[in-house]
């Protein structure tokens, strides 16, 4: 079988073949992973009942795989009588993204196996539908080789094979997705910024070290250590960056948050001038370094310049799927997955089995957890939104967008990262940012007049703030209000001072004092019990009107329960924490969202008839000057995200 390697440009020709797409293997066994490497799944699933008769016979010779069967990342052993599915996550070949937004017409499956049996391929349609293509005896040691046509998958679908073993078993030595193709293969810079996650962030760059493949296309990995804990001094760095060499490059700045990291990692890769790419990868992630080598070579055939993300699995659950593609709603400006494709766990559910996963989902924006930008584009359309955190990335690829260059978030690219499920970014320093840097990019982007729903929908996350005692991120909110009707001129000067001011502001809010020892708070008491145990379900349509009256009436009239400031009410978890659960209450202790302490709520109508007034008047100052401040926000773009003005703001924060 052929090496599978990457064509650079001193081997390329006519007749050369790129690698598109190596089938891996768990790294070390990683069992937790295995059902995004192997499909085992035969279950129904979303499979239409055609597809369901199709596999049945198929399902009684399917078995687990053996962790011991994993003979190294490419080859793995199938069993007498066994058969394994590459119907995967990992290795399955995404055929119709391949077919929309690159070059590539056709396909070249190269199985290498040892030992007897028989490889199948598949291919599936938008609907999630298989259809046997081909199937092949093999024998001894052999090389099959498959041309498979993209042009069935306008929609949706995937390639993909089983092998079948005989009595005797056989065994995968490797295989690969190519395309024949001239071209040489683009280089890459890798940026990641990391504040006070050393451990993670060694664990990334040994990751790449480790990857010979990354390596040959590698020009640099940019570490932007922004924290007080530096990556340089965690045991084990040395030998690292001794064997990575001038592949690896720290930068100490001061902490300009991801936005001012990611922007440095991308002016250090345009100034130096080598890479077709920047990488931008999270440092709290585990990564899967074969992705990296696809978003490249997808890159590379790609019509004309375009940003490559990769998706996102839960760190701590990691076969569950939690961002596949991302898209804004523009009229209400709201960020999120596609409908139905969050948290989708292919230990339940395999590929094979999700139809909705066969189906082509194309992307407003991908996460900087891991995402490919052609350097091409950072020089045509500048660096990060100055925004310290939040909608930088969303914001990047609209702006790509409406300057012709589009955003694929590509099947088989991915790492795990801690899902959001386990942080309550909202209720802390961080919803400041979450409220300005959406209306940034909502007046900088949106197609409708005042920005469509926005303003509205901002004033009903006040309320609900508001409504459930959450007084101190509804604080950030107002002063992010402010700054928003200020203007762009110092986004670029809050970068190191907003968050040190914001931190600083939550000694004044009992609702942001989180404490970890569970017996910091008073035993909750209620001197008079509700005749009916409180709810966690939404009011329904019928009764929101009623109860709607009888909730303001309470939350900004009707006076606190004295006692309800020595003991709280009730203990809240904090998937129970809605806001129509803690309007009914005076006070409550509400768990955080990763279980590691908690806050006591108290209710303060004064706090919510003040800010509840001064949101609507910021609003309505909003609404009124709307128009010109999306003139002075566009016309200042080019500028606060030029490389010049960045380069001002690294050189007034160097860092310790």
């Given at each position: ?301 790609c019509r004309k310049p375009t940003i490559v993300g990769g998706h996102m699995f839960d760190m701590y659950n990691k076969s ?222 019928v009764s929101l009107v009623p109860w709607a009256a009888k909730t303001i009436l309470k939350q900004t009239l009707l006076p ?97």
């Amino acid at each position: 079988m052929p090496g599978i390697t990457t064509a650079r440009a001193e081997d390329a020709s006519p007749a050369a073949l790129r690698v598109l797409q190596r089938v891996v293997l768990p790294k070390d066994k990683d069992l937790d992973t295995l059902p995004l490497y192997i499909d085992s799944d035969t279950g129904k699933g979303g499979l239409d009942p055609e597809s369901r008769r199709q596999r049945a016979p198929i399902a009684a010779a399917v078995r687990k795989l053996h962790p011991e069967d994993i003979l190294s990342r490419s080859s793995v052993r199938v069993r007498s009588g066994e058969r394994l599915s590459f119907g995967s996550y990992f290795n399955a070949f995404p055929a119709s993204y391949w077919r929309r937004w690159t070059t590539v017409e056709s396909v070249i499956l190269r199985v290498g196996t040892v030992g007897e049996g028989t490889v199948v391929v598949y291919k599936s349609n938008a609907r999630g539908a298989a259809q046997r293509v081909e199937s092949r005896q093999v024998t001894g040691t052999e090389s099959s080789v498959f041309n498979l046509t993209l042009a069935p998958f306008g929609d949706g679908g995937w390639y993909w094979f089983d092998l079948i073993a005989d009595s005797d078993g056989m065994r995968l030595e490797s295989a690969d997705w190519s395309a024949a193709s001239d071209k040489p293969a683009g280089s890459v810079t890798l940026g990641v910024t990391t504040f006070n996650r050393p451990d993670y962030c060694l664990n990334t760059i040994k990751a790449i070290q480790s990857d010979a493949g990354v390596l040959e296309i590698l020009d640099e990995l940019i570490i932007v250590d922004q924290g007080n804990q530096k990556v340089a001094d965690e045991a084990g760095f040395d030998d690292v960056a001794k064997a990575m060499g001038s592949q690896l490059r720290i930068i100490i700045q001061g902490n300009l948050g991801g936005s001012g990291g990611f922007a440095r990692n991308m002016s250090e890769a345009v100034k130096e001038g080598r890479s077709d790419y920047v990488m931008l990868l999270d440092d709290d992630i585990i990564v899967e370094t074969e992705g990296i080598l696809r978003a490249v070579a997808f890159a590379d055939m790609c019509r004309k310049p375009t940003i490559v993300g990769g998706h996102m699995f839960d760190m701590y659950n990691k076969s569950v799927l939690n961002a596949y593609a991302e898209v804004v709603n523009q009229y209400k400006f709201r960020w999120g997955p596609v409908e139905g494709l969050a948290n989708h766990d292919f230990a339940l559910e395999g590929l094979r089995s999700s139809s909705i996963l066969h189906r082509r989902w194309d992307a407003d924006y991908n996460g900087w957890w891991m995402c490919l930008i052609p350097t091409r584009i950072i020089r045509e359309i500048g660096l990060s939104l100055p925004v310290f955190i939040k909608w930088d990335d969303a914001e990047y690829s609209l702006r790509a967008r409406s300057m012709g260059y589009a955003t694929v978030s590509l099947p088989g690219a991915a790492v795990w990262h801690v899902s959001w499920a386990d942080k309550d970014d909202s209720v802390d320093w961080q919803a400041y940012f979450h409220e300005r840097n959406r209306l940034i990019a909502t007046l900088l982007h949106s197609p409708y007049a005042k920005g469509g729903r926005i303003l509205r929908e901002s004033m009903n996350t006040d309320v609900k703030h508001l409504f459930s005692m959450q007084y101190y991120p509804q604080k950030a909110r107002l002063m992010a209000l402010r700054d928003v009707l200020q203007g762009p001129e110092k986004l670029h000067e809050s970068l190191p001072a907003m968050m040190p001011k914001l931190r600083a502001l939550r000694s004044e809010f009992t609702d942001s004092v989180v404490k970890q020892d569970p017996g910091a708070f008073p035993d909750p008491h209620m001197r008079k019990p509700p005749k009916k145990p409180i709810s966690t379900k939404s009011p329904s349509l019928v009764s929101l009107v009623p109860w709607a009256a009888k909730t303001i009436l309470k939350q900004t009239l009707l006076p606190v329960a004295p006692e309800s400031r020595e003991n709280p009410q009730l203990v809240v978890a904090n998937q129970d924490s809605k806001w129509w659960v803690l309007s009914k209450l005076d006070s409550a202790v509400v768990s955080n969202a990763d279980g590691t302490g908690a806050s006591w709520y108290q209710r303060d109508p004064k706090k919510v008839r003040s800010m509840l007034a001064e949101a609507a008047g910021l609003k309505a100052q909003l609404f009124a000057e709307w128009e010109q401040l999306s003139a002075r926000y566009r016309e200042a773009l080019p500028d606060i995200t030029s490389m010049e003005s960045w380069q001002r703001t690294f050189d007034e924060n160097p860092g310790k």
